[in-house]
Each structure stands twice: as C-alpha cells, then as structure tokens.
C-alpha cells in the first residue's frame, strides 16, 4: 500500500531538518551558555556571519572594522575623552616630518602564544597594499613604506602627498595580523585570501581559487580579548581568552561570553531588551524615553551622545543643482526643528552649516564665530528656516510657475522634478525626507520622498543616479574639521568613501590641500575660515542633525554601564569601528556586584594609562591645546529655546614652530573608516 501524502510530507520535511542540521557549525551542541556570564548584544550585524578575516573587505561584527574585540589596532582614540588607549602599541616617536618611529609592548602576544612583532606590522601592511583589502586600504596616498627596525620597533614612512594628520591616521591606528598563520594561508590561495573565512574549525573553511577549492585547516589566532566559539544564521558567540596577554594590563572583560542577536525587526529586538533578553542594544529606539526598563547614555533628552552629521546631498552632476540661489532657497526652506522632532524625537541637534562638530568643545575651537554671526546672525553658524526668504531668493533668480500647476520651473523654463532617495525601513529618516519634501514643496519646488531598498540606494549614490540624498559623514576624526571638509567637499574622492554629491571646486580643493599643509595654528585657522566662507555662499551641502550612538542596555543581569553618572567610556554603541565598542565591557559587572570602573582607564597622572592629546602633542612640539572636561556633553536645548551667544573673535592659538606644526590645534578625535557608516546613524 503507498505511503499517504501527509506521511509523505513529514519524512520529506525531516529529511529537510537532517539537512540543515548537518549545515550547521560543528559547535552546534555547545550553544547552551550560562546567562549569567553572557551579554546579548544587537544592532551591529544585520545579515548572517559571513567572515573573521582581517585582510576581507566585509568583516563580521567583531573582527576589526565594527565592534573590534579580535583584532586589535596599535593605539585607539576615544573622543569624549580625549585621550589615547596605548594598546599593541607602548609609544611613538615622529623623528622628523616623513618617520614615525612605533614602540611595540613587549607583553603583546597572539592567542596562540606567539609574540607580536614589527614584523607581523611590516607583512600586515604589504600584504594589504598587495591585494588591495585589509588594514592598509586607503592609506596609499599616506604611508609609502613600514619597515621593522627591531623587534618591538616598526618604522612608518609617509606617502607622497605629504599628508601628516592623514599619515599619522592610518598609521597609529594600524592593526597588524599574525605573519605566521597569515603566511601559511596567502601560500595555498595568493590574493584570494580576500575570501579565506578564517572561522577557525567553527566552518567548513574552503576558499575558492582559479585552479580549485581549498581547505584551510588553521586555527583563529587574534591579538584580542576574544574569539569565534560559534555561529549560525541569528547568532555570534564570541568566547573571553582568560590567558590573553593583556590581562595584567587591561584585566578581562567582565562576559566569558558575547552573542549578537540577528534580529528580523527592530520590535522584537526593543521587546528582548525591554525583557532582559538582550543586554546591550546599538537599535533606533522611538520614544526610549517611555521605557523605565531600558538605560540609555542621559536620562533625559537627547539620551544619546552624537556621533556623525546626517546630510542633505544635492547632486551637482544635475544641472539643476549649478545654481546656487535653488540650493540657497532649498537651505532656508527646512523646518529643522520640526524633522528634529518628529523625525528624530528630539535625539538631536541643529549642526553648524560650518561643518564643524560643536556638540564638543575641542572641535568648536575651529569655528569662526564671527563669520558664522555675519551669515547667520547667531554665532553658532546655524541657518534659519524662513520659507519667504526662500521664496524671495527664487522669485528673483527667476523660478516661477509657469504652466500653473503650482510647481516652479527654472528661469529657462525648465521643469523641476525632484526626490529624495532614502533606504526603506529607515523609518526616522523616512519621516525626515517625507517633511523635507514637504516644506520645500511649500516653496513652490516639486519634490517628494522616495524610499528605495538599500542596495539600490546605494547604487543610486554611486552612480550619480538621484536628485536629493539623505546621507552621512564619517565621524569627526582626530583631524577635524579638515576630515570632515574632505568627505563633503575633495572632488578627488567618489562614494562611499567621501563627496557624495560630487562636488567640484577647485578653491574648495586648495584650501584642502594648504591646510594640510598649514605651519601654524593661525594659517591652519585662516583656511578653514575660507572653507567655511565657501560653504557659506556656496552651499554645496546640508547638515540636517547629527547623527547619535544608538546605545541603550539592560541591567538585569549586567551593571556598570556607561551613562552620565559613569562616564568612564564615551564611545558606547556597539557598532562603533574598531577596538571602541570592546573596552566598554572591561567595566561590566555581574547584577549584585560591586561595580568599579577598570583603573587603566584614567588618565596616567591618576594611576591610569590613558594618554591625553596635549601630553601626545606636547612630546612633539608646543602647540596650544585647550583644557576640556572630558564629560562635557552638548547642549540639550535646542537652537529656537537658547538664546545666540555673544559674537566671539576666533580663538588664536599660540605660534608654534617645526615640522609637527601641522598638528596644531588638532583635539584628536574619533578615528574612523568609512564603513557602512549606517551602523552609526542607526
């Protein structure tokens, strides 16, 4: 008698279970972690882990470019601090304006036992240039060549644009790689390494080649804290190295275990962490506020710290776009207050037109407010929505309706058609743009919001392929605002990596190119003046708001996170680049335990080994640093309820003189690699 289709279809869809079974890791069974030694994180990956491979250029949160806690670089900047983490590497020394001299600790080791070398920098790095991914892309134009000296002694020598903040950049923030499981790998697969997965026995880990697969039987050796114990399509365990080599240093992370949640929507991601089911959240979160259970960075708005600027690009490849009166009209016609609220739910603020991030005080030291009064009649450089005077500027640059649909058309007689791409499900950017196209709808211009899905957004962006964008900067780095003005103005540069609205002006390029060059504070002052003056009459660009740290926790089972009431650690959201997001955890502890910040996180004259800027500078030339309170946060009020300050002649640091002058003034900030950048405005 034949088997009935429901029987059937049972032992088929087992036979289906068999299958994926098998497919899974090999550490399947060993899944069952103590709750009270794990923290759950989300926010930081958004699709399945893929690859731990510091030479790949789409790493797994984790690895090295988000949420760093494998690899490690050689010295790590946090900006609400302003100070410097000494990690791999012990000190620096810049012997003269080309050599950078980096002094290795001799305690640093790999995983397996094996000591960290210069010679594990020096292979790092011509590996990296060689297959063009890994920790020296995009250094090329800044570092021409990494030598070992000795031991512990690694020789950086700067590229031929002469670039010393970009030089020092990539350099200091370097990550090195172990040459001897390295080696052994780029032997069997050459410049496919690019795709070796490097899951350490957690994978069937096969790189495919011109001439076959191969097998690469290696274990994963990694300079931090921890490492793969095992995935799977919704999840990432990393397991704590209790033998790692800065133990005595650093002490160890308070979770044995981390496991990222692959959430399918931010809901249930909120719901877990409002639970207690997830412990550290990188998430938007709407109205947090409402939420007792959950913790964010202040307790009241803006709850959370800034962290980039949210941009309106306009594309100036559309010849609509050359005219500067549209893009002036378009600047004045934003109800910025209003996207901040009902699209940002007050989680920010107004930025500069400047470019510069005022929120903190060690970069506002480039604004100069007297310009900034001239332009916009508040010192602080922010524009003023008035619809009239948008209005105005296009009645008389001659924009009228002339088919009477109640849309302009250009002075030629042209129609205006545009829209603002943003990626689907970004739902407060979303809001954003569907207010944007409001209000400049209201000055007469056809616009409205269009959300496509993220791939096409990007290849939108990319291709030149849109009118209006909803984008993003990186993060201030420890150049600011020069970082800044490269990645909104250097026509020199294509998205993602920078000028996404292709923008193309020579001055713009040369007050670049000088400032980098600039010998003392007062000319370094004198360019950016010029810059801003450019952006001014020019406004190539639109700051919308700044982007914030999405950081929210749990202390249900974990206490001692970093809020406004423990500000031991700035940088909190769990998809920050590098080794940021790991050092938070060295100050968790479990619920009912003593909660104690970790003592090396201050600064050295307290008994730390936190190293201020002005000590970094000082060793190299005298040059003027200001004394800043490491906590100082920005202001929670928004522009329309504080009253404009005093106009203010810019700050004149002191003169200094040398080859290092070129630094002067620079409050080093925020490190960052342009990845995906979302990660950090969502």
């Not at 000795?150 to 950049?169: C, S």
């Not at 640093?625 to 906590?631: A, F, G, Q, R, S």
Request: with cysteine.
């Amino acid at each position: 008698m034949g088997m009935n289709d429901s029987k059937r279809k049972l032992i088929t869809s087992f036979g289906i279970f068999l299958i994926f079974m098998a497919m899974l890791p090999s550490a399947s069974a060993q899944v069952s972690l103590p709750r009270e030694d794990t923290v759950f994180v989300t926010g930081a990956q958004w699709s399945p882990a893929s690859t731990w491979n510091l030479f790949s250029p789409s790493q797994t949160w984790g690895t090295y470019t988000s949420g760093g806690f494998m690899y490690l670089p050689l010295f790590q900047y946090i900006a609400g601090l302003n100070m410097w983490v000494p990690i791999i590497g012990e000190s620096f020394e810049l012997v003269n304006e080309t050599t950078l001299l980096v002094y290795l600790r001799p305690e640093a080791k790999w995983s397996d036992g094996k000591p960290i070398t210069a010679e594990d920098v020096e292979y790092t790095y011509k590996l990296s240039r060689e297959v063009g991914s890994g920790p020296a892309a995009g250094s090329e134009p800044y570092i021409s060549d990494v030598k070992v000296i000795d031991t512990h002694t690694v020789q950086f020598t700067i590229g031929e644009e002469k670039n010393l903040p970009m030089f020092l950049l990539y350099a200091l923030q370097f990550a090195p790689a172990p040459k001897h499981i390295i080696e052994q790998v780029y032997e069997k697969v050459g410049a496919d390494i690019i795709n070796w997965r490097n899951c350490g026995g957690t994978c069937d880990d096969i790189v495919s080649t011109e001439s076959g697969d191969v097998r690469i039987d290696l274990p994963q050796v990694v300079s931090g804290p921890y490492k793969l114990y095992y995935f799977d399509e919704l999840r990432i365990v990393y397991e704590r190295i209790d033998d790692w080599w800065g133990k005595d240093i650093f002490g160890l992370p308070g979770p044995k275990y981390l496991v990222h949640r692959i959430y399918l929507s931010n809901e249930q991601a909120l719901l877990d962490l409002r639970q207690g089911n997830v412990d550290w959240s990188g998430i938007f979160i709407p109205n947090v506020g409402n939420f007792k259970e959950i913790g964010t960075f202040y307790k009241s708005k803006p709850y959370f710290r800034p962290g980039a600027f949210v941009m309106l690009y306009l594309n100036h490849r559309d010849p609509i776009f050359q005219d500067t009166n549209l893009r002036k009209a378009i600047a004045y016609a934003i109800d910025y207050q209003e996207v901040l609220t009902k699209a940002f739910y007050g989680y920010s603020e107004q930025p500069s037109m400047s470019l510069v991030f005022t929120v903190f005080p060690h970069y506002r030291m480039w604004l100069n407010t007297t310009l900034a009064q001239e332009y916009f009649s508040n010192p602080e450089g922010r524009i003023q929505t008035n619809k009239e005077f948008a209005k105005q500027i296009l009645a008389q640059a001659g924009y009228k309706d002339v088919d009477g649909d109640d849309y302009l058309e250009t002075p030629t007689g042209e129609k205006i058609e545009l829209n603002i791409i943003i990626p689907t499900g970004w739902t407060d950017w979303m809001i954003a743009a569907d207010l944007i196209a409001s209000d400049l709808q209201d000055i007469g211009l056809n616009v409205v919001a269009n959300p496509v899905d993220y791939g096409a957004y990007w290849g939108m962006v990319n291709s030149a392929g849109y009118t209006l964008a909803l984008g993003w900067t990186s993060s201030p780095s420890f150049y600011h605002p020069w970082d800044t003005y490269r990645y909104v103005l250097d026509p020199r540069l294509t998205p993602p990596t920078g000028n996404w609205g292709f923008y193309n002006n020579s001055k713009a390029l040369e007050f670049l190119v000088q400032a980098a060059k600039a010998e003392t504070s007062e000319e370094l002052m004198k360019y950016y003046t010029e810059v801003q003056r450019l952006i001014y009459e020019e406004v190539p660009a639109i700051p919308i708001a700044y982007s914030v740290q999405w950081y929210a926790y749990s202390e249900k089972y974990w206490k001692g996170w970093p809020n406004e009431d423990n500000p031991w650690w700035t940088e909190v959201a769990p998809y920050r680049e590098y080794s940021l997001p790991l050092w938070l955890t060295f100050g968790l502890s479990k619920s009912g335990e003593e909660i104690k910040p970790p003592q090396w996180a201050k600064p050295k004259d307290e008994g730390g080994i936190l190293i201020p800027n002005k000590e970094l500078l000082s060793q190299l030339t005298e040059v003027f640093v200001p004394e800043i309170t490491p906590t100082e946060t920005f202001s929670t009020s928004s522009a329309s309820e504080t009253e404009p300050q005093s106009p203010s002649e810019p700050q004149e640091p002191s003169r200094s003189s040398g080859f290092i002058i070129g630094l002067v003034g620079i409050i080093i900030v925020v490190i960052i690699i342009v990845i995906g950048a979302r990660k950090l405005l969502k």
